[in-house]
């Protein structure tokens, strides 16, 4: 089967929607399938390129907030895009941009299976612009701009989480649904017995992400004024993004006004350096408001760390919970802060939860995820 895979930024670091792409393209291939990509150049390695390259193109006004996401978009080209289809059995589809609505409209003037993976909120995008709030927007980009134009132009859409699969009913999106999971790689846990802690050692709690505004890293600095052990915790954010600065600032106001002992470390990661991080931390706490599914808390969950996700009509994570004790209602810091000191409180459980929470992560198995692509893919080449 020859699959062609669209993305704007493949290669991008720091951005979830391209390292899933990434890691799904690696996947099929060892699966036996043959898969091309058409997307954006990589400037980090010139000798790992797309096997069709676009050009990158500039967003007037937006260009600099795009750019601290990690992410760039590709121009239409046309000719490209013809070449890269005529070559395919079916096109997948990766975003719901312009290049996916122009790939989508040639694959129909050519006749070629076109499916898609929905990873993207409009609510992604317009947080970072601060009108993230603004349905109007949201909603019209969601019926125009990603219906319109790219999901009902596929004949089969994959849905990482049921909340997306929902979200695109509403909407009336044509496509026959799938819920597939992006999927995660099988891995090791490499979380020790962790012993009981000394009074004078710090809680880690890690918070793993891009910090941004959808992403609402803010929660959980506000919780620590609500915390009875903030000043036995050291909080580690490790993600880079367009909030630094402000995260930076809220946190040494903590440390300054003696909510906080220990400053919050803010750093980037590797995949491995943060396998390392979520096996030694005592908690794990994911605040998003926004999110489609949430690879970065199932990538933690393998280490058996014991979450505290934000439960929302536009965040999935939280569906990864084993129960109550893990969630809090979004923007609640009062509520995380409860959860936080639970947590702390009753170590055993913790660790017994542990063990249950890197066993629930087999069912994500990225192998899984592809088969069901794969087949997904058939149905849409025999036009069923």
């Given amino acids: 089967m020859k699959i062609l895979f669209v993305c704007n930024n493949y290669y991008a670091t720091g951005n979830g929607l391209s390292a899933s792409a990434r890691r799904t393209v690696t996947y099929l291939r060892k699966a036996g399938q ?55 059995d079916v ?10 609505a122009a790939t989508a409209h040639i694959c129909h003037k050519l006749g070629k299976p076109c499916t898609g993976t929905y990873h993207l909120h409009p609510e992604n995008m317009f947080y970072s612009v601060k009108i ?7 909603h019209g980009t969601m019926a125009i701009l990603y219906r319109n134009m790219v999901f009902n132009k596929c004949s089969h859409v994959s849905c990482p989480t049921q909340n997306v699969m929902d979200r695109l009913r509403r909407f009336h999106y044509t496509a026959k649904l799938h819920l597939i999971s992006n999927g995660v790689i099988p891995d090791t846990n490499l979380r020790p017995t962790m012993p009981p802690k000394n009074p004078d050692e710090p809680f880690s709690i890690v918070c793993i992400g891009r910090l941004a505004a959808e992403k609402d890293q803010t929660t959980l600095l506000k919780a620590m004024r609500y915390s009875k052990y903030a000043d036995r915790i050291q909080l580690y954010f490790a993600g880079r993004g367009p909030e630094r600065k402000r995260y930076l600032k809220m946190a040494h106001k903590l440390v300054d006004d003696g909510v906080l002992k220990y400053e919050p470390i803010f750093r980037y990661h590797t995949r491995d350096e943060l396998r390392e991080l979520s096996a030694r931390a005592d908690l794990y706490v994911h605040c998003a408001v926004v999110e489609v599914e949430g690879l970065s808390a ?3 969950l393998q280490q058996g760390v014991v979450p505290i996700m934000a439960s929302g009509p536009l965040t999935a994570t939280s569906q990864f919970a084993l129960d109550h004790r893990s969630t809090f209602p979004i923007r609640d810091k009062r509520a995380l802060a409860d959860r936080i000191d639970w947590w702390l409180d009753h170590p055993e459980e913790r660790e017994k939860m542990s063990v249950r929470y890197a066993e629930s992560t087999e069912q994500y198995d990225i192998r899984k995820s592809v088969q069901q692509l794969i087949e997904m893919f058939q149905l849409a080449i025999d036009g069923k």
């Fill in 34 to 88: 043959d898969v091309r990509v058409l997307s954006g150049p990589n400037h980090d390695d010139p000798k790992l390129q797309p096997d069709y390259i676009l050009e990158d193109i500039h967003i007037p006004i937006f260009d600099k907030i795009v750019r601290a996401h990690g992410y760039k978009f590709a121009g239409i080209n046309r000719k490209k895009i013809k070449e890269a289809v005529r070559w395919a």
């Fill in 91 to 100: 096109v997948h589809l990766e975003e719901p941009f312009f290049i996916e």
């Fill in 132 to 138: 993230g709030w603004w349905k109007g927007i949201n």
């Fill in 298 to 300: 199932l990538e933690a």
